[in-house]
């Protein structure tokens, strides 16, 4: 056959079927569209979110190729060291940290170079300036220019700046002074953050590694520039992968509609197909014409989606980075890049699902002999008698999925966990026929509701294959739903639980500075003696914080008081001792307590020693417990504060809490602390606006997730309407046929939304089950092995049953135009159509 | 002889294509109870549309049509509804059982329409009367033609209808079934007085039944 004639014929059979009926056609086509934008747009979000680790000064002032850091800050002798070595080295040293802008609050980076040998473009060259401490030179996103002023909030001190230039263009949000001047407005007693080095070419990266590192003190580490960047992606490598898997969701339940789609076509055109055959079609020729449509659905759903997909990450990036920046590392999200990589990727994966789903239908259409092309009737009853085969299928998948849950992680990643979810949603779709089949034999069930009932429960049971396929489709979306929401919701009263537990004091108090989990601002540590005075006050717990790496992944090192902890605290642990015996442990030297997320990213239990380079020493700490922790997925080593001066003197706290004697009143406490602080920029917070706060900012962090699983149910409940206008299409002739036995036109619509509410609740049932079963998976095996949390498990009732209702109500609706279409038949006209 | 259907002077157009197509012309007609009569004519000749009028399943260009003294043109649709359920029955060249209800169901189904009650006991009933009680569970693919074509009978007669409309009823079916049909339909007219207006091409078959009209290009002739 020639490639014209193909052409032709494919407009013909394939094309024209889809013209004649472009609603449904649009409605399949978004359904991949959205699933197609939902995973577009979370990888561009991803990106964006994870691709601004380097600073804008960086980039500005060329590469390093070696990065010297050390936990608790670089001595700054260590330049000098490096510039008496007998190399032509470029040593640039760097003091960073974080400021917030005063008015709008931004927190930019705040950072301390050496202006000179930097040599930082910008519209200024008055090199006299540099050693003021009101100097700034700033990044061209703040909006700023030279001779502006700005006020900086930096620690707990407001300080005053004036700008003397803006660097270069696309340097975005920051703030750099001269390092002299940083040091003392961030008080940092001679310590630099880091050290960049440029080597000169002619020996090997490796080679230059060995020189520096001999050159360095013991605790200050070398690395290649970029490694720490490289950390941060590893470290928000897991969370990335989940989000992906999260958005894949949508896209499956896409593929299912499509799946539908073809089969529902398949049906529809079986005499069609069996007159083909009859006129020397081939098998092939059918198969390919089935897997074209499908393609088209991909096609027009893949550009749709490119489109949404690009507006939706607009969303999805403030999203991203508002958790990326909470729970993992600082970070201002990159402008969003779409490139033509990613658009081919998004075209394949559109055409690529809809091909995919397609070929069950277009293999079953291409097995249709002339003589076979027979009644639906007998083909639903084939399909009808092959459901227990089908239930037995079931069981061997979730024998499966029971397997892999007990698997362990790969490369920290749940690929055992994911592999479980698919196999259990597979076993449900493999379920779905038999209990669909089930309303057969509650038709006496039906009747009592009246004819009504009766005819849509006969019409779902009857074509139920395409009913299995759409209850399929929507209960996996509600059953992520479910399954995410009741995750949440555990995790979220876990939390809750945990903070009634773990926040036992009255106050705590922070810089004002925003605070992230890569940054922790100081305050003076004078104000731990100033509240210790007070007579209202019965105990000062200061808290200290560093960020550190550890085994290449970030990690908080932090200090408090553990006799305080020890009097106060309930901080459960994983032995289920009481809290006395970790502070105990905690007093008597060199030991540790870690988070859980820490003990699970490095496998770390009781009884094993952390060795710590800290500040220029080697220290060794004994972990004596591990503990519940849910505030950092980057994890906590938790040391006594007397150890952790011992290492690292500066006596500065990240916070405090503070306890008020009793009969003092917290909003009382709470005006004497504040009265107590005041000329610093130090907040004050009750115990209880401390937890609303975390549970905010948790609902945040959270919200992206509720978005994707609200995008997989809206393509579902499309698919519903879409499917349901193909049935009334289908049945135009019953419907006409009911017109002339007597039915009224509120009787057809009755049937068309009772059809709607039963797949509503069927989906809804089956989601339920399979929801509760991967909230299983999600809490016991995927969180546990991606984030390392142990979650406690609790119903989120409210938040279940009202999202169940808002779904079978959608769903119900989603027949109102259907049934209108219905109504509207012209029963002359379709009982005589054949 | 009680007269059940009134056809006076009814025209029907239809817009194809923006153009009109007059399928009836002032076609007069009145039929008594238990008349079996036959329409016959070729197709497009307006035998359907005849059928439609007569079944209050459409309205007339021009012209009245009455049933049982019920002017079907002066009613709204629940009204034109109520009266197809209580008056007439339908057959079909090509039965139009619905595939997912078992026999009895589909014979039961205009009575549960119509908020019936123990209306399976009145479908058995009509399905006695067409030899097809055996046959009450099955579902419609597992009948021949021509008991698919007794079940549509019963079904159509299960409201106890004054009219039976049946369009080509035998068109489908072989000669010695088409005949047991005939029989069938002759017997419903004679036995339990109902009206029956049969379209047909077959002038054999137009020969078991009590009067013919034959139509030629939407006339009477």
Same mark, same amino acid.
């Given at each position: 056959?020639?490639?014209?004639?193909?052409?032709?014929?494919?407009?013909?059979?394939?094309?024209?079927?889809?013209?004649?009926?472009?609603?449904?056609?649009?409605?399949?086509?978004?359904?991949?569209?959205?699933?197609?934008?939902?995973?577009?747009?979370? @990888?561009?979000?991803?990106?964006?979110?994870?691709?601004?680790?380097?600073?804008?000064?960086?980039?500005?002032?060329?590469?390093?190729?070696?990065?010297?850091?050390?936990?608790?800050?670089?001595?700054?002798?260590?330049?000098?060291?490096?510039?008496?070595?007998?190399?032509?080295? =470029?040593?640039?040293?760097?003091?960073?940290?974080?400021?917030?802008?005063?008015?709008?609050?931004?927190?930019?980076?705040?950072?301390?170079?050496?202006?000179?040998?930097?040599?930082?473009?910008?519209?200024?060259?008055?090199?006299?300036?540099?050693?003021?401490?009101?100097?700034?030179?700033?990044?061209?996103?703040?909006? !700023?220019?030279?001779?502006?002023?700005?006020?900086?909030?930096?620690?707990?001190?407001?300080? @005053?700046?004036?700008?003397?230039?803006?660097?270069?263009?696309?340097?975005?949000?920051?703030?750099?002074?001269?390092?002299?001047?940083?040091?003392?407005?961030?008080?940092?007693?001679?310590?630099?953050?880091?050290?960049?080095?440029?080597?000169?070419?002619?020996?090997?990266?490796?080679?230059?590694?060995?020189?520096?590192?001999?050159?360095?003190?013991?605790?200050?580490?070398?690395?290649?520039?970029?490694? =720490?960047?490289? @950390?941060?992606?590893?470290? #928000?490598?897991?969370?990335?992968?989940?989000?992906?898997?999260?958005?894949?969701?949508?896209?499956?339940?896409?593929?299912?509609?499509? &799946?539908?789609?073809?089969?529902?076509?398949?049906?529809?055109?079986?005499?069609?197909?069996?007159?083909?055959?009859?006129?020397?079609?081939?098998?092939?020729?059918?198969?390919?014409?089935?897997?074209?449509?499908?393609?088209?659905?991909?096609?027009?759903?893949?550009?749709?989606?490119?489109?949404?997909?690009?507006?939706?990450?607009?969303?999805?990036?403030?999203?991203?980075?508002?958790?990326?920046?909470?729970?993992?590392?600082?970070?201002?999200?990159?402008?969003?890049?779409?490139?033509?990589?990613?658009?081919?990727?998004?075209?394949?994966?559109?055409?690529?699902?809809?091909?995919?789903?397609?070929?069950?239908?277009?293999?079953?259409?291409?097995?249709?002999?002339?003589?076979?092309?027979?009644s639906?009737g007998r083909?639903?009853h084939?399909?009808s008698?092959?459901? %227990?085969?089908?239930?037995?299928?079931?069981?061997?998948?979730?024998?499966?999925?029971?397997?892999?849950?007990?698997?362990?992680?790969?490369?920290?990643?749940?690929?055992?966990?994911?592999?479980?979810?698919?196999?259990?949603?597979?076993?449900?779709?493999?379920?779905?026929?038999?209990?669909?089949?089930?309303?057969s034999s509650a038709a006496g069930l039906a009747r009592?509701?009246?004819v009504?009932?009766l005819l849509?429960s006969r019409s779902?049971a009857g074509? #139920?294959?395409?009913?299995?396929?759409?209850?399929?489709?929507?209960?996996?979306?509600?059953?992520?739903?479910?399954?995410?929401?009741?995750?949440?919701?555990?995790?979220?009263?876990?939390?809750?639980?945990?903070?009634?537990?773990?926040?036992?004091?009255?106050? !705590?108090?922070?810089?004002?500075?925003?605070?992230?989990?890569?940054?922790?601002?100081?305050?003076?540590?004078?104000?731990?003696?100033?509240?210790?005075?007070?007579?209202?006050?019965?105990?000062?717990?200061?808290?200290?914080?560093?960020?550190?790496?550890?085994?290449?992944?970030?990690?908080?090192?932090?200090?408090?008081?553990? =006799?305080?902890?020890?009097?106060?605290?309930?901080?459960?642990?994983?032995?289920?001792?009481?809290?006395?015996?970790?502070?105990?442990?905690?007093?008597?030297?060199?030991?540790?307590?870690?988070?859980?997320?820490?003990?699970?990213?490095?496998?770390?239990?009781?009884?094993?020693?952390?060795? #710590?380079?800290?500040?220029? =020493?080697?220290?060794?700490?004994?972990?004596?417990?591990?503990?519940?922790?849910?505030?950092?997925?980057?994890?906590?080593?938790?040391?006594?504060?007397?150890?952790?001066?011992? !290492?690292?003197?500066?006596?500065?706290?990240?916070?405090?809490?503070? &306890?008020?004697?009793?009969?003092?009143?917290?909003?009382?406490?709470?005006?004497?602390?504040?009265?107590?602080?005041?000329?610093?920029?130090?907040?004050?917070?009750?115990?209880?606006?401390?937890?609303?706060?975390?549970?905010?900012? %948790?609902?945040?962090?959270?919200?992206?997730?509720?978005?994707?699983?609200?995008?997989?149910?809206?393509?579902?409940?499309?698919?519903?309407?879409?499917?349901?206008?193909?049935?009334?299409?289908?049945?135009?002739? @019953?419907?006409?046929l009911?017109?002339?036995l007597?039915?009224?036109?509120?009787?057809?619509?009755?049937?068309?939304?009772?059809?709607?509410?039963?797949?509503?609740?069927?989906?809804?049932?089956?989601?339920?089950?399979?929801?509760?079963?991967?909230?299983?998976?999600?809490?016991?095996?995927?969180?546990?092995?991606?984030?390392?949390?142990?979650?406690?498990?609790?119903?989120?009732?409210?938040?279940? #049953?009202?999202?169940?209702?808002?779904?079978?109500?959608?769903?119900?609706?989603?027949?109102?135009?259907?049934?209108?279409?219905?109504?509207?038949?012209?029963?002359?006209?379709?009982?005589?159509?054949? | 002889?009680?007269?059940?259907?009134?056809?006076?002077?009814?025209?029907?157009?239809?817009?194809? $294509?923006?153009?009109?197509?007059?399928?009836?012309?002032?076609?007069?007609?009145?039929?008594?109870?238990?008349?079996?009569?036959?329409?016959?004519?070729?197709?497009?000749?307006?035998?359907?549309?005849?059928?439609?009028?007569?079944?209050?399943?459409?309205?007339?260009?021009?012209?009245?049509?009455?049933?049982?003294?019920?002017?079907?043109?002066?009613?709204?649709?629940?009204?034109?509804?109520?009266?197809?359920?209580?008056?007439?029955g339908?057959i079909?060249?090509?039965f139009q059982l619905l595939p997912t209800l078992s026999v009895i169901e589909n014979v039961e189904l205009p009575l549960m329409l119509g908020?019936g009650r123990a209306p399976r006991q009145a479908a058995m009933e009509r399905l006695a009367w067409v030899q097809m009680e055996d046959f009450a569970a099955r579902m419609p693919y597992q009948l021949s033609g021509g008991q698919m074509q007794r079940v549509a009978i019963a079904r159509a007669l299960v409201n106890s209808?004054?009219?039976?409309?049946?369009?080509?009823?035998?068109?489908?079916? $072989?000669?010695?079934t088409?005949?047991l049909i005939?029989?069938l339909?002759?017997h419903i007219?004679?036995?339990r007085?109902?009206?029956?207006?049969?379209?047909?091409?077959?002038?054999?078959?137009?020969?078991?039944?009590?009067?013919?009209?034959?139509?030629? $290009?939407?006339?009477?002739?």
């Amino acid at each position: 056959m020639g490639r014209l004639n193909r052409i032709v014929l494919f407009d013909r059979l394939i094309a024209r079927p889809l013209r004649l009926e472009p609603l449904r056609t649009l409605l399949t086509a978004l359904a991949v569209a959205l699933g197609v934008a939902v995973v577009l747009a979370i @990888e561009l979000a991803g990106n964006a979110a994870a691709g601004s680790f380097r600073s804008s000064v960086e980039t500005l002032t060329g590469d390093a190729d070696f990065e010297i850091t050390a936990t608790g800050g670089v001595p700054a002798q260590t330049v000098a060291s490096l510039a008496a070595l007998p190399y032509a080295l =470029r040593i640039r040293p760097r003091i960073e940290d974080y400021a917030s802008v005063a008015g709008d609050g931004r927190t930019i980076p705040f950072i301390g170079v050496d202006m000179l040998a930097d040599a930082l473009p910008s519209s200024t060259t008055d090199t006299s300036s540099f050693q003021r401490d009101d100097s700034v030179w700033i990044g061209d996103g703040l909006g !700023y220019k030279a001779g502006d002023r700005l006020s900086l909030a930096i620690n707990d001190t407001q300080s @005053e700046f004036v700008v003397r230039g803006v660097l270069g263009a696309r340097t975005g949000e920051v703030a750099v002074v001269d390092l002299a001047p940083a040091t003392r407005l961030l008080g940092r007693n001679g310590s630099l953050d880091r050290i960049l080095v440029q080597v000169p070419s002619g020996r090997s990266l490796d080679e230059w590694e060995t020189v520096l590192r001999n050159a360095l003190p013991p605790g200050v580490t070398v690395a290649r520039q970029g490694s =720490r960047t490289n @950390e941060n992606r590893r470290m #928000l490598a897991a969370f990335r992968w989940n989000l992906r898997v999260l958005s894949y969701i949508a896209l499956i339940v896409g593929a299912f509609l499509i &799946y539908n789609t073809l089969s529902v076509s398949v049906v529809r055109r079986r005499a069609e197909i069996g007159i083909l055959r009859a006129l020397g079609a081939t098998r092939g020729q059918v198969m390919a014409a089935f897997l074209g449509e499908a393609a088209c659905f991909g096609l027009i759903g893949g550009v749709i989606g490119l489109a949404l997909g690009r507006g939706l990450a607009e969303g999805a990036v403030k999203l991203v980075a508002a958790t990326v920046d909470s729970l993992y590392v600082s970070s201002s999200p990159a402008p969003i890049s779409l490139g033509w990589g990613l658009v081919a990727l998004t075209m394949l994966a559109g055409v690529g699902v809809a091909v995919l789903s397609a070929l069950s239908p277009a293999w079953e259409a291409s097995r249709v002999t002339p003589v076979e092309a027979m009644s639906r009737g007998r083909r639903e009853h084939e399909v009808s008698l092959h459901r %227990f085969r089908s239930l037995g299928m079931a069981a061997v998948l979730a024998l499966g999925a029971g397997l892999a849950a007990r698997q362990g992680p790969i490369g920290g990643r749940p690929v055992f966990g994911c592999i479980a979810a698919i196999l259990l949603i597979g076993c449900c779709t493999l379920a779905i026929p038999a209990l669909v089949a089930m309303l057969s034999s509650a038709a006496g069930l039906a009747r009592l509701c009246g004819v009504e009932a009766l005819l849509a429960s006969r019409s779902l049971a009857g074509s #139920l294959r395409r009913t299995s396929v759409l209850v399929g489709a929507l209960a996996t979306a509600i059953a992520m739903t479910a399954a995410v929401g009741i995750m949440v919701g555990s995790f979220r009263q876990t939390v809750i639980l945990w903070m009634s537990d773990g926040l036992q004091a009255d106050l !705590y108090l922070r810089p004002a500075m925003a605070t992230g989990a890569d940054r922790h601002p100081t305050m003076s540590p004078e104000i731990i003696q100033r509240l210790q005075s007070l007579p209202e006050v019965a105990d000062v717990d200061p808290f200290r914080a560093y960020e550190i790496s550890y085994e290449g992944l970030s990690a908080t090192l932090g200090a408090g008081d553990a =006799r305080i902890a020890g009097r106060y605290g309930r901080r459960p642990l994983l032995s289920g001792a009481p809290t006395s015996t970790a502070t105990d442990q905690l007093l008597a030297g060199d030991n540790a307590i870690v988070s859980e997320p820490f003990a699970n990213k490095h496998h770390v239990k009781k009884g094993d020693v952390l060795k #710590l380079s800290l500040s220029g =020493r080697q220290a060794q700490f004994k972990v004596v417990d591990v503990y519940f922790d849910y505030s950092s997925e980057r994890g906590y080593i938790i040391l006594d504060r007397s150890t952790l001066l011992k !290492y690292l003197p500066d006596p500065a706290p990240s916070n405090m809490a503070v &306890y008020l004697k009793p009969g003092i009143g917290v909003d009382e406490g709470k005006r004497i602390v504040e009265n107590a602080v005041s000329g610093r920029k130090v907040l004050v917070f009750a115990n209880r606006t401390l937890r609303e706060d975390a549970i905010k900012i %948790f609902d945040r962090t959270f919200a992206i997730t509720y978005a994707l699983e609200g995008v997989a149910v809206f393509v579902a409940i499309m698919g519903v309407a879409g499917a349901l206008l193909a049935l009334v299409i289908d049945r135009r002739r @019953e419907f006409g046929l009911l017109r002339f036995l007597g039915g009224a036109t509120g009787q057809l619509r009755r049937i068309i939304l009772f059809e709607a509410g039963m797949l509503g609740l069927l989906a809804n049932l089956a989601g339920m089950v399979l929801g509760v079963l991967l909230s299983l998976l999600l809490i016991y095996v995927i969180n546990k092995q991606s984030f390392g949390w142990t979650i406690q498990f609790h119903w989120p009732v409210a938040m279940l #049953l009202g999202a169940l209702t808002l779904v079978y109500v959608a769903t119900v609706l989603a027949g109102l135009y259907p049934a209108r279409v219905a109504t509207r038949l012209n029963p002359i006209e379709v009982i005589h159509e054949e | 002889m009680e007269s059940i259907l009134q056809i006076q002077d009814v025209s029907k157009e239809y817009l194809t $294509d923006g153009a009109s197509v007059e399928a009836l012309r002032h076609v007069s007609a009145q039929f008594s109870r238990g008349e079996f009569v036959a329409l016959v004519g070729r197709s497009g000749c307006g035998k359907s549309t005849l059928l439609n009028l007569a079944g209050a399943m459409d309205f007339p260009t021009s012209g009245t049509v009455t049933l049982e003294g019920v002017k079907t043109s002066a009613l709204n649709d629940s009204s034109l509804t109520k009266l197809r359920r209580e008056k007439v029955g339908f057959i079909f060249q090509s039965f139009q059982l619905l595939p997912t209800l078992s026999v009895i169901e589909n014979v039961e189904l205009p009575l549960m329409l119509g908020g019936g009650r123990a209306p399976r006991q009145a479908a058995m009933e009509r399905l006695a009367w067409v030899q097809m009680e055996d046959f009450a569970a099955r579902m419609p693919y597992q009948l021949s033609g021509g008991q698919m074509q007794r079940v549509a009978i019963a079904r159509a007669l299960v409201n106890s209808p004054a009219l039976l409309l049946a369009d080509e009823p035998t068109g489908n079916l $072989d000669t010695t079934t088409g005949d047991l049909i005939l029989q069938l339909l002759r017997h419903i007219a004679n036995e339990r007085r109902t009206t029956v207006l049969m379209a047909t091409h077959s002038l054999e078959a137009a020969g078991i039944t009590d009067t013919i009209v034959r139509l030629r $290009d939407g006339q009477v002739v």
